[in-house]
């Protein structure tokens, strides 16, 4: 197996706070790899140094092998780096369909285009369609995107994901705010995305995790704790203390 | 929020609707009913057209600015000091002040759009306020205090001359309003345009999805401060003098009234703020020369509280009811 993503000894400090303390971590083509950890583990910091929102303060993040560390999101993205965000990041007042035509518009290396009217971009809309379809938000394709229930907002979070044909791509918390009566639905979605994909995926509810995850990642105070299959992570008595055991006081 | 009437993006229909020739046809009314309120026509269709330019970067990418009279005021300058020393052609003077005006907002653009929110808008102050002082002291090249004046323009094309009654004026107006008007219309609907639309919306968004946010906002930057520099040569094409004024603080903090009492980033409020605005000032000036400005802060207060989309969004509220009623 070759590695898609891969970070060497990533390092971020701000001032006397460390929040990432030397992470080794490594995605592998097609991984579904989950990346867990009390609050305060360093999580979010983690994917946004990932995606080139955040510099690291040492270390290197390679994508593809190729060293991007010093480069910048939209480079990333270029190179096949896609997230999804734990608040919705949204657009949202403009239609479903645009949220996610923006996305692929840019793909596509349209965005600049002055002199032609987007709607006759025929291809970026089918395009849209398509990922709309394929998360079963075809009908709501035309709503303003603030019309619609937050659960549906998660997915077309997903969507604008998908429409920029990533590599690999990033899920942060993806049932953030979701009941956990309804997070199958979500966890439906997860298990349909294409093989292809290598997702790492940041998520609280465990019983998502465990039941999408083949690997997983545990962070405590910035630090790796352990790396392993679901089973050898839920075995494990470090896990309990510092995650199981916080969260039940 | 609603969304504006005027919104591109990939599922938008771009063909001009019946009622967009409305403004055309006032235009036109106004030439051949209206012939002693050409001159005040002409200003207000010179302010429509610096509305839009505002409204392209205002109401459609979401910069905040106050200072947008800078590029008015150099396109004015540079066409007023190009006439009196160079060339009193007014078509090369409208493009080399339209040139300039967005070279200007396109160095200073490079500056400015790294920074967003409060610092955003107290760097285009600054801006403005230079380029006050440098026409303040400037007095060989801008006149200073006293205006730049006392120079001619020549027929337009050899062929239209500039009147007492400003009849060619009007016209000239119109036709470069009718231009940029097409421009900007064009830009919104575009995938440019709705990338703009996105930028404003969620930039975090916009740059996860790997869009060139700083280099997209310089780029309708620039355009849009080439359009003001435009409507500020066509002011000084028209009026033959530049005062001190178009590069004054009001006068950025008057087009931004306008544009918010008729509509923020739905193309037609750069249309109805300066007429209402202006038309108001005029007959409120004739009738309460001492109060003037209260009707006119009155307005806007009214606005600002009961219709925040301004009075088109009056007007889109009306008319949804009225749909809503015929069901």
């Known amino acids: 197996m070759n590695s898609v993503l891969e970070t060497r000894g990533l390092c971020k400090s701000f001032g006397a706070l460390t929040v990432a303390d030397q992470i080794d971590f490594t995605l592998e083509a097609g991984a579904r790899h989950a990346l867990i950890g009390p609050n305060g583990a360093g999580k979010t910091t983690f994917v946004n140094m990932l995606m080139g929102g955040l510099a690291p303060s040492s270390g290197a993040i390679l994508l593809g092998g190729i060293d991007v560390t010093q480069q910048s999101q939209r480079q990333r993205v270029k190179r096949g780096l896609g997230r999804t965000f734990q608040i919705n990041t949204l657009f949202r007042n403009l239609t479903v369909v645009d949220n996610v035509s923006l996305a692929i518009a840019e793909r596509h290396g349209v965005g600049w285009n002055m002199v032609r009217a987007a709607g006759r971009y025929r291809t970026v809309l089918g395009e849209s369609m398509q990922v709309l379809e394929a998360l079963g938000l075809a009908d709501d394709a035309r709503l303003q995107l603030s019309a619609m229930p937050y659960g549906k907002q998660r997915l077309v979070e997903i969507a604008i994901a998908l429409g920029m044909r990533p590599k690999v791509l990033l899920l942060d918390e993806p049932a953030a705010g979701i009941p956990s009566m309804e997070s199958h639905q979500i966890l439906e979605v997860l298990d349909s995305l294409p093989s292809e994909i290598a997702i790492l995926i940041i998520e609280h509810d465990m019983d998502l995790v465990f039941r999408f995850a083949r690997r997983i990642t545990v962070l405590a105070q910035g630090a790796v704790l352990m790396e392993g299959a679901p089973e050898e992570v839920s075995a494990d008595g470090r896990v309990r203390q510092v995650y199981l055991g916080e969260r039940h006081g | ?327």
């Open chain 2, 1 to 327: 929020m609603t969304t504006p009437s005027h919104a591109g993006g990939y599922v938008s229909d771009a063909r001009i609707r019946p009622i967009e020739w409305l403004p055309w046809i006032i235009a036109v009314t106004c030439y051949f009913a209206a012939p002693s309120y050409l001159p005040l026509g002409s200003f207000i269709l010179i302010m429509i057209l610096f509305a839009l330019s505002l409204d392209l970067i205002l109401g459609y990418a979401g910069i905040i600015t106050l200072g947008h009279a800078a590029y008015f005021g150099f396109g004015a300058y540079v066409s007023g000091i190009l006439a009196a020393r160079v060339t009193t052609d007014p078509l090369i003077g409208l493009a080399v002040g339209g040139f300039a005006a967005g070279l200007l907002g396109w160095l200073t653009g490079l500056v400015i759009l790294r920074t967003r929110g409060l610092t955003l808008l107290m760097l285009t102050l600054a801006i403005t306020s230079i380029c006050y002082e440098v026409a303040n002291k400037a007095t060989d090249w801008t006149g200073g205090a006293d205006g730049l004046g006392g120079f001619s323009v020549t027929p337009i094309l050899g062929l239209f001359k500039f009147d007492l009654f400003n009849k060619t004026a009007y016209v000239y107006c119109l036709v470069f309003l009718f231009l940029g008007w097409w421009l900007v219309r064009r830009l919104i609907y575009s995938p440019f345009g709705a990338s703009l639309t996105g930028i404003r919306e969620n930039v975090a968004r916009m740059y996860a999805v790997g869009a060139p946010v700083y280099q997209r906002l310089v780029i309708v930057y620039a355009i849009s401060a080439a359009l003001a520099g435009i409507a500020g040569a066509l002011l000084t094409h028209t009026t033959q003098f530049v005062g001190l004024k178009v590069l004054s603080f009001e006068f950025s903090g008057d087009l931004l009234v306008m544009l918010i009492l008729g509509g923020v980033g739905r193309i037609y409020g750069a249309f109805v703020g300066p007429v209402v605005y202006l038309v108001a000032q005029d007959s409120l000036a004739k009738q309460f020369p001492e109060y003037w400005y209260f009707g006119i802060g009155l307005m806007l207060v009214l606005v600002v509280i009961f219709a925040r989309g301004g009075i088109l969004g009056i007007l889109d509220v009306l008319l949804s009811k009225l749909r809503r009623r015929k069901r």
